[in-house]
């Protein structure tokens, strides 16, 4: 099953970035989300854990506007060698490793933020994934869950993602993403961001 995954994931890589929210090639959507992510994450110089990281774009986005300090991990190879190609000439440039953002080889207890978009729904054990995520985190450090519930009836609802995140961390806060800005146009979908403290 971890195989077929993979493979599926690296024949989505080609067309990845095609997504308004996924390449941030429109300027008004990337600003957006900086706009959003980079208050919640703090000064510059922050150490962030890019989890399912796909091409690197949020990284990129971080790095850039930021000055942050990335590491980001995906299990498809693909999506990696493509977000070490976009990140080429990034500095600080991010680092790219092929995971499984479930059980990410990072070290305990030395990033300032973690970052996960549209990973969280897709876990086989999310309450599991969310205290490894939280382990990575320094005292005060931020998770910052991007995550939705499609129209199509995959994902993951805002209220059962407040539910498995308040497991692990009491400062929890819920943010609807409405704003057509942040997808490049009109969704029906339940789209949200959940940003909480360790």
């Known amino acids: 099953m971890a195989d077929d995954m993979r493979a599926l994931w690296n024949r989505e890589a080609e067309t990845f970035d095609e997504a308004p929210d996924h390449g941030l090639r429109d300027p008004g959507v990337r600003r957006a989300w900086a706009d959003l992510l980079l208050p919640m994450i703090g000064p510059p110089g922050r150490r962030v854990a890019d989890l399912g990281c796909g091409t690197g774009t949020l990284s990129t986005l971080l790095a850039v506007e930021g000055q942050h300090l990335l590491h980001g991990v995906d299990f498809s190879p693909e999506m990696v060698r493509r977000a070490r190609e976009k990140t080429a000439q990034v500095d600080p440039r991010p680092i790219f490793t092929v995971a499984d953002a479930a059980v990410p080889p990072l070290p305990a207890a030395t990033f300032d933020a973690v970052l996960c978009r549209h990973v969280l729904w897709a876990m086989p054990d999310p309450s599991a994934a969310l205290a490894k995520w939280s382990e990575l985190l320094v005292p005060g450090g931020v998770l910052i869950l991007v995550e939705g519930l499609w129209s199509n009836g995959v994902g993951l609802p805002a209220a059962e993602c407040v ?36």
């Not at 539910?163 to 993403?177: G, P, Y």
């Open 163 to 198: 539910r498995l995140v308040e497991q692990v961390h009491s400062d929890v806060e819920l943010r609807l993403l409405e704003d057509d800005a942040y997808w490049g146009g009109p969704t029906e979908d339940e789209r949200y961001v959940v940003r909480s403290t360790r």
